[in-house]
């Protein structure tokens, strides 16, 4: 108050600058760390990739913490985000160093077929580039723009909160795929097109049984859940949060289809699929958020989603070939999740509050508990397989789970 408007401005511009600058330098380094990270994916080095970013984020988010305690603001933010990529990328080249001293050398290519390797290394990174920039406009960005322009900051606002929640929950089925993507570039580069259809086929049937109580559960509870955390003025996004979960049973076939895909190198019918599913995305949004707001936005973000998945998946199984989908325990498994999901909303809308929350989860995980080992929804050789890969997981209570439901 009472500054000189000029000073004031030089002030903003500086502090601008520095934003800037610390912001410049974390998405450098993260540009640089995405390198080594890859690579460790590629030679399927999973848990070394993981552990570098849950023990970085870790002490990154306790840094920011402090930091914004301390008066840092925006910049000290930025600051701590370039700390945390440095800290990254250090770790994990030294990873990835170690891990290639490990690998078993091969025979030198010849100068042409080199040549012929790098031009295919450089198509399948323009494409896969062009693949990032529908993401963004598939996924990330699009009703953004059109609820900032067409619509008010209320509805805005409903929508960053629900593609927040619904962003969090497609973390599982993204990390899925980038599992998949290099095993299914290794197993066709050993011509192992019986392992990946298999492999698909199990992944499938665990995904949709893992993603179909999930669905039911936050249909069930996720309006209650968000209007205890942010209040009555969120109440509208219980309808948004109803449409935009009702794709996400689709969301693993989305990735495992593209992983698939991915991993035999065919990008272009993929990106094709997407370039339609996008193109149906936007329209959709300019026609329904300047009437309909967070609600007709929510509506294009399915439809764009929900088409590419279906599509996407269609052509990996004519590529692949048709999968033993188990139809009968996946119908098993959608009987267990609506009765515990009605479960958890008869009980939640009918007390409300924490308790109703509380109450409802507990009668909706209960009754899918028993519901499914009394209609055995998993079939037998995936809890077998299960069992045999992770079985001894918390003291043996994940092979348990896996007998007993099988």
């Known amino acids: 108050a009472g500054e000189d408007p000029g000073r004031a401005r030089l002030r903003a511009e500086e502090a601008d600058r520095e934003h800037c600058a610390a912001a410049g330098l974390a ?8 390198v080594p990270n890859a690579v460790l994916v590629g030679i399927q080095r999973w848990r070394d990739a993981s552990v570098v970013g849950l023990a970085t984020g870790a002490a990154g988010t306790l840094a920011t913490i402090a930091v914004l305690a301390a008066g840092g603001g925006i910049t000290g933010m930025f600051v701590v985000e370039a700390v945390v990529s440095s800290a990254n990328l250090l770790w994990t080249t030294w990873l990835m160093r170690r891990a290639l001293a490990a690998t078993v050398p091969t025979e030198p290519l010849e100068a042409e077929e080199w040549a012929g390797l790098r031009r295919r290394a450089a198509g399948f990174a323009a494409l896969a580039s062009y693949g990032v920039v ?23 606002a409903l929508y960053s ?20 993507l290099p095993a299914v570039a290794t197993l066709s580069g050993a011509g192992e097109m019986d392992r990946i259809r298999a492999g698909f086929g199990r992944a499938t049937r665990l995904m949709l049984i893992l993603a179909l109580p999930l669905t039911a559960g936050v249909l069930a509870l996720g309006p209650l859940l968000l209007l205890l955390i942010y209040g009555e003025e969120f109440r509208g996004t219980g309808p948004v949060l109803l449409i935009m979960v009702a794709v996400f049973p689709l969301v693993p076939l989305l990735h495992l289809g ?19 599913a996008a193109a149906l995305n936007v329209g959709l949004a300019f026609a329904l958020v300047p009437r309909h ?8 973000n399915v439809a764009g989603q929900g088409t590419a998945a279906a599509l996407i998946f269609l052509y990996a199984l004519r590529i692949v070939g048709p999968l033993d989908l188990r139809i009968a325990s996946l119908a098993r498994t959608v009987l267990s ?18 308790a109703g929350l509380l109450l409802g989860l507990a009668a909706g995980t209960l009754v899918f508990g028993v519901l499914s080992a009394a209609l055995r929804i998993v079939p037998a050789d995936d809890a077998a397989w299960l069992d045999g890969a992770a079985g001894s997981r918390l003291g043996g209570f994940v092979g348990w789970v896996c007998r007993r439901f099988a």
């Open 134 to 156: 529908l993401t963004l406009v598939l996924w990330r960005r699009s009703e953004f723009f059109f609820l900032e322009r067409y619509s008010t900051e209320t509805e805005l």
């Open 258 to 276: 593209g992983s698939v895909l991915s991993g035999l190198g065919l990008l272009r019918a993929q990106l094709l699929v997407e370039t339609g």
């Open 337 to 354: 999740s609506g009765a515990a999901g009605l479960a958890a909303w008869l009980i939640a809308d009918g007390l409300g509050g924490v």
């Open 161 to 180: 909160v629900v593609f927040a929640v619904t962003a969090a929950l497609m973390r599982f089925p993204e990390a899925l795929g980038a599992v998949a």
């Open 293 to 300: 707001g967070a609600t007709g936005a929510a509506i294009a």
């Open 27 to 34: 998405t450098a380094v993260g540009v640089l760390h995405a």
